[in-house]
């Protein structure tokens, strides 16, 4: 399989208040092929988010490399940031928070097409298309966040996400603040995106009955490290690691 993100030895550590050094996480190293959807697992304050916020350059990364299509992007600054932003794009647990409050859902989506030299209608014309695309009506276009449920506020994120044609979604805990139908809604809804539009996925959850449902392979964390790492068949079927097997058990 051809590798889409590859993550080496990468590494975090943060400073406390107490002056000494937290490792939030620690040499973490693996790869993510084209058209793959890979799960990250692990307890709160695992390093999961961490993690993703180093590989979308949200967070500066202490040592380590991140290659995404090859390109070594791990100090990637300015231009350089806009383009690797144009192949991968992170999906955030509270949608609402990721939108501004004071702007309607349609500039939200509209604006990244905008800042890529799209002329005002068109970019609002592909707004339109695109919430189609996410299961939303045009009427959409002109809400608030506040005025939209967190499942269609979810699927507006997915769409703004979607508008610059990203090869890598990063989904940080996308579905956890939603109800069960509606997550099984947005999962269908990614599985179908990934279809049309061949794309890969990181997905971050601690719900393991939605990764098996939806991922391909998964990473298990614990403490900032890789504990275990198999496709989602091998690793529920069959854990190795006593912290996956508790992870097992605690959801059983
Ligand atoms: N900016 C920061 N400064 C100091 N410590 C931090 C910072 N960000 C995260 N941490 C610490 O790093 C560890 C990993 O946090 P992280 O948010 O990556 O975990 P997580 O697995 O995503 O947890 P959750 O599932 O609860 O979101 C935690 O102990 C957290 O307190």
């Not at 999906?91 to 005002?120: C, H, T, Y």
């Given at each position: ?71 070594n ?15 991968m ?19 939200g ?24 695309e ?33 090869k ?27 279809e ?38 091998q ?18």
């Amino acid at each position: 399989m051809r590798t889409l993100l590859r993550v080496e030895h990468l590494t975090k550590d943060f400073s406390t208040h107490g002056g000494e050094t937290y490792r939030a996480v620690d040499d973490v190293s693996f790869s993510l092929g084209f058209h793959e959807k890979m799960a990250v697992i692990g307890e709160s304050g695992s390093g999961k988010t961490t993690l993703a916020r180093m590989i979308t350059r949200l967070t500066e990364a202490t040592s380590g490399q991140i290659f995404l299509e090859e390109e070594n992007i791990t100090r990637a600054k300015g231009h350089n940031l806009r383009n690797i932003y144009q192949k991968m794009q992170m999906v955030f647990q509270m949608p609402v928070d990721s939108f501004d409050s004071r702007r309607r859902l349609g500039d939200g989506i509209a604006e990244s097409l905008i800042n890529r030299g799209m002329k005002k209608a068109e970019a609002w014309e592909e707004a339109e298309r695109l919430l189609g695309e996410c299961g939303l009506g045009k009427e959409f276009l002109t809400r608030y966040p506040h005025e939209v449920s967190g499942g269609q506020c979810q699927r507006a994120a997915i769409a703004r996400a979607l508008a610059i044609q990203p090869k890598l979604l990063i989904l940080d805990e996308a579905t956890s603040a939603l109800d069960m139908t509606v997550q099984k809604e947005i999962l269908g809804l990614l599985d179908s995106l990934q279809e049309d539009r061949d794309m890969s996925y990181l997905f971050i959850c601690h719900d393991l009955a939605l990764v098996q449902a939806f991922c391909d392979r998964m990473i298990v964390m614990q403490k900032g490290k890789i504990v275990e790492e198999g496709t989602t068949d091998q690793v529920i079927r069959h854990p190795k690691h006593a912290y996956t097997k508790m992870l097992m058990d605690s959801v059983l």
